[in-house]
């Protein structure tokens, strides 16, 4: 994985960076020793590793707004990171980058049930978003399987979605503001508690945006009270296709579910080692579906669901009877991406998403070059919107597994777009699926997502070598002018 | 005579581009011409409306494709036979403007304009997956695609919606759409002033019966509804949107109304009224019969509507009605050279909130600042975006700020 | 996820152990969520995934620990509640004491902070000296702000008042009220019995009323957590086979039902004797035994049930749930259902995974971080309305015990067991009116 070549005359000057980034946000809140510095190198995605050259830790809007002043400056790079439980490597530090942690940044601002928001700090997890209101029958519902550790500032730069996202929307549709500090160091408010702000969506580019356009130092998000009941219900299947079909027979009924999950075989057997929740161990295919809202209307849903999933051939079906059995049966589903790690000690974890009915199809495809590169693979998906998690099985210990597993979900990824999908749903763009962006986009489009990128951060400072695979110099903008499917600038430095 | 420019395939919008010189307007149907910033006299013209058709259309996958200029009765017939909708209810200007129809698809979208259940299903710019456009430089692009879970890149289909073609022509357009509801009821409350409305319509969203819409209509703007009920209560009226299943909505309605017991007198309108009420909100009916009137929209955190409709009326003579449970507040004044906008601006929340100037004569327009004046830091970001996409001020110039 | 040991390193047992831990870890951080300390500090470092990663560095190395892995480390509470979190099943507990007893051989602290821990591990484990220390503490408080660091510390933490020593602690055997339908030992401790002697006595009352005969063992004493936390593999062993020969005489002197243990942070160590006697075979099988034995009070009431006994009207009580309780030995629910069977009101604070700070020594060795979770624990056990605090363990007791939260007056600390001696007959626990 070709990264940006790094800037030795930074790094020739990284003390005396750390001594001024010291001054900005306090003694402890600069770490430079190396032995120190390997902890940071990763973030979920634990295939590629690079340690940062310094990491900071600010407390506060007015350290961010420091840190990067001083980086813009200096010509230093700047690399964000929140939990560090992405998947898709877009928390990797750079040889000659400044790491900042938004870890520290984990206080809950606001509550204002008169508006239905909360106002948190970006560190703040997920779950942390919903304990500060679950007391008075509230949530925030977006729920990605690491919500409980993962960030909340960490949700608004993936765009994350979760189980729930198929009735509730992803994040972006339950941001109602964020603050951001832009690589130079001005501050920006996006939107607010009112809706619908007036001039450009910025916060909907910003959402999804992978720590490319600025730093969210604050987020305001959407709260939403608790459906009156939720039931889960476990369906088993002899094979993918015909879970995938119930799957398509619910939504044409019009049904849709508060949420809706497939695992295979493997994934299955994963889960249950860790939660115990009483999956069938002898099928092919679970489909997880939980109906939530009003009782009476889950009750319903609940005998249409039921009806639907036998006729599309269900095998084993249960309901789940009370709160703590609906939590064990979405517990094992949430833990199914680490619990593989019961099966195999290391896995790329892929996310594409497809149109729902060619779920079979890309299942049979991933199988086929589950053969041609020898190694197991097992699949969690978000069935609902056609989200795809195959979860590669190798062993980085073991010659060139990695190699090997990088190709197979390349692959993967190829034949999402041949079945009129995207490469990523929510786990982003970040170096994982970034040299296959030309494959869904045409280099115009890219073009211009470029200059949407140079509108933010002229300067470019800002995680270089993600998403993009070509590192882009935006003085150079004004000179352009469009050749069709040319490849501009041949001669600037492709990392 | 401006030059018109009617191409009659997606290709063709592109060569128009390059081929017409200096600034163009970019319009569909026109029923939304008069929003906005005026446009300068004089320009050529990018008339989208011949681009039309649905292009892709699968129920089950909760999808639908159609060129730019796909007019929105079109769309809504074609959902309709499969028992599906657009979720976020594209508004009907043209009573308000004097327009021929609700206009295109790429309309409603360029101008994120949504109806009453945004508050629950989303709006306008929630709703779109992708598109195809040509930006001020002649340059076709894309972004986004067919499904719902996508963060490939930049989501430039957010910044396009409500963009009012400041950023570029769009040809095609990429929606999700869902199932129309079974069923539709409304909770009326009728008599109550408009803080304890709100207090109603807060306590509605905030419970588990999944209100999808919350409006409170004063007395002289209820009284010019289309639904009996309503206008002949003779007092103003709180109005709770419940949607689903059958028994389900029957059931929450009577919930709702079990909970709301004691504040006012209550009842319920069944689908069809709700259809024609909710219709009424939607597309500002009231306002609409007064031609003349400037109308502003509002849009607050929901806590303040009440108290900002209040203060504004307390200045300004004219009508008004809240929206999205009190933070959308539409506003319609006798005249003023003005438009009433320092009165109007003044009583915004320190915090969060912005007016928008919808409807006034051209030359009003043009003088008062139609959108919410920018920070500074977020216009200087603006104009670099617009540089991004139209680095010459092509596209529709000054149709939302003087200098986008 | 990847490691890289030579086949040579991985000759060593502690090694390959450690190699099949760190490959289940899959990096996901799903751990950084329930950590008290990464909670407080936000930093990688101070996360149990950050702690993989620096012990996994430093074995891989085959050098001396370094200094950095050595302070976090040292900053890791013991918690647990990593392992509860970890949907890989990694065994973080036992690759931290393989990395403890590295630093324990290999690094040489400085001279004070040795003095600190010898000083510790010699008077803790001993109640004569325990209290003597207390005694001495308490004359020192005045002058505290004279004391270094953490002598400083320990001055403040000293109590106001020391109970007498009870009679309840000598190795005696307490005949079950009415039919006798078990026998069980009673594992007295060490800390305990100084700081808060009510407990045992309570202990005694309830279980004899639920007819169980109650032996305290002659021999038995402290339980060697302090020693194997510090890294001290003798001190700990040496404790446990004590304890195992204690307990295995009074198994000779007739059937032996349980080992209840009413501290948990001592309970996790006894369920643990197998692994600290695994290196004689023949101590680990006695000490597999005794293991087996052994129960927390809670598990072993709830087996028993409380015959209808009810307080009312009865307060409403928060539960505290100590860390070596519901990580360490795994039982959450039957505290918590007893305490409510007894007619208490029982709620829970927000967080409740995370740790009061107490931890064993980590409140004297780390005082910083242990007063910052302190407080963050007593404000979230004060928001629960709740005038009284039950826990399962005597760290935790004595921890909170005189905190105040803000803006109100300290919220009495009591042991479960007391409560529920009260519920059933005994008398009102010391320090509530």
Partial sequence: MRMPVPDPSVIARRAEIARNLRALVGPDGVIDGADALRAYDCDGMSAYRQPPMLVALPRGTGEVVRVLKYCHAHNVRIVPRGAGTGLSGGALPLADAVTVGLARMNRIIEVDYANRCVVAEPGVTNLGVTDAVRSAGFYYAPDPSSQIACSIGGNVAENSGGVHCLKYGLTVHNVLGVELVLMDGEVVRLGGKHLDTPGLDLLGVVIGSEGLLGIVTQVTVRILKAPETARAMMMGFASNESAGDCVGRIISAGIIPGGMEMMDRPAIRASEEYAHAGYPLDVESLLLVELDGPAVEVEHLVKRVEEIARAAGATTLTISRDAAERERIWAGRKAAFPAIGRLSPDYLCMDGTIPRRKLPEVLAKIAELSRRYNLGVANVFHAGDGNLHPLILFDANVGDELDRAERFGADILRACIAAGGVLTGEHGVGIEKRDLMPEMFSPLDLEQQHRLKCAFDPSGLLNPGKVFPTLHRCADHGMMRVHKNETRFPDLPRF | MSEIFKPARPAAVAEVLVQAKGAIEVRGRGSKRALGRPVPEGLAVLDLSGLAGITLYEPEELVMSARAGTPIADVRAALAEKNQELAFDPPDYSGLFGGRDAGTLGGAIACNLSGSRRIKSGAARDHILGFAGVNGRGEEFKSGGRVMKNVTGFDLSKLIAGSYGTLAALTDVTVKVLPRPEKIRTVLVFGLAADPAVGVLRESLGSSHEVAAAAYLPQDVAQTSAVDLVARAGASVAALRIEGHGPSAEYRCRALKGVLDGRGATEELHTQKSEIFWREVRDVAAFAADPVAQIWRLSVPPADGARVAGAIAARLKGRYFLDWGGGLVWFALAPLPDAGAEVVRSVLPPDGGQATLIRAEAGVRARVAVFQPLPPALAELTRRVKEGFDPDRRLNPGRMFADV | ?433
């Fill in chain 3, 1 to 433: 996820m990847q490691t890289h040991f030579s086949p040579a390193q991985l000759e060593e047992p502690d090694i390959r152990e450690a190699d099949g831990i760190l490959r289940k870890c899959v990096h996901c951080g799903f751990c950084l969520a329930t950590c008290p300390t990464y909670v407080l500090l936000g930093d990688e470092l101070d996360s149990p995934r950050g702690r993989i990663y620096l012990v996994k560095d430093m074995l891989e190395r085959g050098a001396k620990a370094p200094p950095t892995a050595v302070k976090h480390l040292d900053r890791c509470l013991t918690c647990l509640a990593c392992m509860t979190t970890c949907p890989s099943g990694v065994d973080y507990m036992r690759l931290a004491d393989i990395a403890r007893a590295r630093i324990a051989l290999d690094v040489r602290r400085p001279w004070p902070e040795r003095l600190l821990r010898a000083l510790l591990a010699l008077v803790l484990p001993r109640p004569g000296l325990f209290r003597l220390a207390l005694i001495a503490a308490r004359w020192a408080r005045p002058f505290k702000a004279l004391l270094p660091g953490r002598l400083k510390v320990m001055a403040a933490m000293a109590p106001a008042r020391l109970p007498a020593p009870s009679a309840v602690d000598r190795p005696q055997v307490f005949a079950a009220e009415g039919q006798r339908r078990h026998r069980v030992a009673l594992m007295n401790g060490c800390a305990q019995q100084v700081l808060r002697p009510s407990i045992n006595e309570a202990t005694v009352r309830l279980l004899t009323r639920l007819g169980c005969e109650v032996v305290v063992a002659e021999g038995a004493g402290c339980c060697g957590a302090l020693a194997h936390h510090i890294g001290d593999a003798a001190g700990a062993e040496a404790a446990a086979r004590a304890n195992v020969a204690a307990w295995e005489k009074t198994i000779a002197a007739g059937t032996l039902d349980a080992i209840v243990i009413n501290a948990s942070g001592c309970g996790t160590t006894v369920k643990d004797y197998a692994f600290l006697l695994r290196h004689d075979p023949a101590w680990a099988a006695r000490g597999a035994r005794i293991a087996g034995l052994a129960r927390d009070v809670s598990e072993w009431v709830a087996g028993l049930g409380l015959a209808g006994a009810k307080l009312a009207p009865a307060p409403t009580v928060v539960y505290q749930a100590a860390c070596s309780l519901q990580h360490g030995q795994k039982v959450s629910e039957a505290p918590k259902r007893l305490l409510a069977e007894a007619g208490f009101t029982v709620r829970e604070p927000t967080e409740s995974h995370l740790c009061c700070g107490s931890a064993g020594v980590y409140n004297i060795l780390e005082p910083v971080l242990a007063a910052g979770l302190k407080e963050r624990k007593i404000e979230r056990l004060a928001a629960t309305g709740a005038r009284i605090v039950a826990t399962g363990n005597i760290g935790c007791l004595a921890h909170l015990q005189g905190a105040s939260p803000q803006g109100a007056s300290p919220i009495p600390v009591v042991h479960t067991v007391e409560l529920l001696d009260w519920a059933t007959g005994g008398p009102v626990p010391a320090g509530l009116s």
